[in-house]
């Protein structure tokens, strides 16, 4: 048996390469109706809709056709379906007109009338709707004993998920059921929340997925609101619809990472960082969504690589009147590790002692306790993984000789760990995640799960897992999309635990039909999730176990800056991460690469501003993204470390790919401009503000 992981030829390929691959605005569905939304111009107010004479087989549809309730399903369920008699943010749906012409749909939308009676919005943090705090150790005792206390602010603004393919949704009515198939992450997701919109039975509702062009988070949650609008919609007209969004559209309505401001006041004594009192706001925007989760995954965060042994940690997620916030490949990491590591880096600063010494004798080992108290029960390689960083960059000789006054060079060294799957007792307690495997007559093997490829690979990972197991011919295991009316929920397609977690079940079930295989008959497995013994978690005082594992990473960014224009130029990346074991090396090497690609560029180059609640970059000619010409090489290596629970030993890759990148480059930059840096993107403007300031 070839060890897995060596790679073999994307699943996907072909239909992909071959253009057969159906997204879903390629469906070809008879009598085709379309949807575009009405939204609101205005941050906050009071409204009336005022409609125009329809022309025949032309509609609209708003919260008055929703037949049980204006909310979509999610973790905290104050979102609404369609604005009623006020709106919270400007981009918010009012309504959607549906007929077969565009033209005749964008013309009615031109005369729909909308009042509105203006409120004084919010855009500051005064509005707190979530607090999260804990305690480690005795961090009071450990400020009254330290001999230096250093205190910094560390912000961060919004990030747009860019993904390829804009959202998009389509419903098609059937006699007993409606069935959506949409660009998204989490079919269960979306077929819960139309469930509870419309009051219908489970069996009613059918979610399938198309091919995606890329989700990053940003197909969570917000696929969700728009099945519901046509749901709501298929119900009242029996007609098929169809809703894609143009670019614009999407990205003035659909959610965003989240901007934070993130305090960390640091107590030393000796030399050593002996407590941190950490406090992050983070903005929710007009409504809470799957913030709370973001803000509990931030303050997990709040020591990343490190082992700091008291800590203060506390949290609030704050509303505005902005376009609301949501899941971004990370989760609430990126904000908290890009601070923790600057603090660490100013710390030195402050002490005038060698950063890299300082940071590794802080370095966090196996049987220290985690940030909220648990364990790291699995060896920590992080030393190796950093001596292999060093040596691969020549990252000492480089820091020598850049660490200069007008060297215009700089190079940065990140470590982090990200946590791997559902918070705590997530998994166990909310999700309830199942795989079927079946087997027919012909001994042709079928995975059943609801965990979406949405780029990063799982078609191939995943049946590899099942291949390897079993001992079979590859062309006798079949993996297609989920269809919500065939595939069990195996939860969804987020938090780093695909691999882990639901090939860890798929492995688990192909032992057991291998155990258990009868020649030319029908078997049926099904494996149910079984969270480890030794997790012990407190969700209310974020206490114990917060993860079953750890990914972890290094990351060295070199850079140049331009003198006369301040931009950054970046010369080569290398990365070294600990992900358990490699599934499939060049699937990997994909997500690595576009993970440090989206990190750092969150650290330098993606700029995204709301003022007075409108997005000001809405399209990829304002807000900008790495192209060819930014991405400079990279060098990327694995450290096998199998995790006991993972299908071969594998653990999280997809959110540590991206956490580390922003930290590495931003300290890069703060070495080639001599100044320090608490704000990211580090934009050439931001640079020459800095540049001229007198310290």
Aim: hydrophobic residues 40%; contains cysteine.
């Amino acid at each position: 048996m070839k060890d897995i992981s060596t790679s073999i030829p994307k699943v996907d390929n072909p239909e992909k390469l071959s253009g057969r691959a159906l997204y879903v605005s390629d469906y070809e569905i008879p009598n085709l109706y379309y949807a575009k939304t009405l939204r609101s111009t205005s941050p906050k107010a009071k409204i009336q809709v005022i409609k125009p004479e329809l022309p025949d087989d032309y509609f609209i549809i708003d919260y008055h056709h929703i037949p049980k309730q204006n909310i979509v399903k999610m973790i905290f369920e104050d979102w609404k379906i369609f604005a009623d008699d006020e709106v919270s943010y400007i981009g918010e749906p009012i309504l959607i007109v549906i007929g077969k012409d565009k033209k005749v749909i964008q013309n009615i939308l031109s005369q729909i009338q909308v009042i509105y009676k203006e409120e004084k919005p919010v855009f500051d943090t005064s509005h707190k709707v979530i607090h999260k705090t804990y305690q480690k150790g005795n961090p009071n005792l450990a400020f009254e004993q330290a001999d230096t206390i250093l205190k910094e602010t560390f912000t961060t603004g919004y990030q747009e998920q860019a993904y390829i393919e804009p959202q998009g949704f389509l419903a098609i009515p059937n006699e007993q059921e409606i069935t959506l198939i949409g660009s998204m992450q989490c079919p269960y997701y979306v077929k819960n929340a139309v469930v509870e919109a419309l009051g219908y039975e489970e069996s009613h509702i059918r979610v399938i997925q198309p091919a995606v062009g890329g989700a990053f988070g940003g197909k969570e949650e917000f696929p969700s609101m728009m099945a519901c609008q046509l749901a709501v919609a298929v119900h009242h007209l029996h007609i098929p619809i169809q809703m894609i969004y143009e670019r614009e559209e999407d990205m003035i309505s659909s959610t965003k990472r989240h901007p934070s401001s993130v305090t960390i006041e640091a107590a030393i004594k000796n030399h050593q960082v002996i407590a941190f009192k950490t406090h992050i706001d983070i903005n929710g925007g007009a409504y809470i969504g799957l913030s709370g989760v973001v803000l509990s995954r931030a303050v997990i965060a709040a020591t990343s690589a490190y082992t700091i042994p008291n800590l203060d940690v506390s949290g609030d997620v704050y509303l505005t009147n902005t376009v609301p916030t949501g899941a971004f490949r990370g989760f609430g990491a990126p904000q908290m590790i890009f601070a923790v590591e600057m603090m660490m880096e100013h710390i030195t600063k402050k002490l005038k002692v060698d950063s890299l010494s300082f940071r590794l004798s802080h370095l966090a080992k196996q049987h220290d306790l985690t940030s909220t108290s648990g364990l790291f029960r699995d060896p920590i390689i992080m030393p190796k993984m950093i001596e292999k960083a060093i040596e691969i960059s020549d990252y000492t000789h480089k820091r020598a000789i850049y660490n200069q006054p007008n060297s215009n060079k700089g190079i940065g060294m990140s470590f982090f760990l990200h946590g791997c799957g559902f918070t705590g007792s997530g998994e166990a307690k909310h999700i309830h995640a199942k795989v079927k495997l079946t087997k027919d007559e012909k001994d042709d093997v079928y995975i059943y799960i609801a965990a979406v490829d949405m780029g990063q690979g799982i078609f191939t990972t995943l049946k590899k897992i099942v291949t390897n197991i079993l001992e079979v011919d590859d062309h006798k295991v079949y993996y297609l999309p989920p269809d919500t009316k065939d595939v069990p929920d195996s939860g969804p397609t987020v938090a780093s635990r695909t691999t882990m977690i639901v090939g860890g079940l798929l492995a688990r079930a192909a032992l057991n039909m291998k155990q258990t295989w009868k020649p030319k008959e029908a078997m049926e497995i099904i494996e149910s999730y079984v969270q480890p013994e030794y997790m012990e978690w407190d969700e209310d005082l974020l206490k114990g176990d917060a993860y079953p594992a750890y990914s972890w990473g290094v990351n060295v960014v070199e850079v140049e800056l331009n003198p006369l224009t301040y931009q950054v130029d970046l010369k080569h990346i290398w990365s070294v991460y600990d992900i358990g074991k490699v599934i499939d090396e060049r699937i990997v090497l994909g997500q690595a690469d576009g993970g440090i690609a989206q990190g750092v560029a969150y650290g330098y180059l993606e700029k995204m501003e709301v003022k007075e609640g409108k997005v000001i970059h809405k399209n990829f000619t304002d807000y900008i993204i790495p192209t060819a010409l930014d991405v400079c090489p990279t060098e990327t290596h694995f450290f096998d470390n199998p995790y006991a629970f993972g299908p071969y030993g594998a653990k999280g890759v997809g959110e540590l790919t991206l956490v580390g990148g922003a930290p590495a480059v931003a300290l890069a930059i703060e070495m080639a401009i001599q100044k320090s840096i608490c704000n990211i993107p580090a934009t050439p403007e931001m640079i020459m503000e800095l540049m001229h300031h007198e310290d």
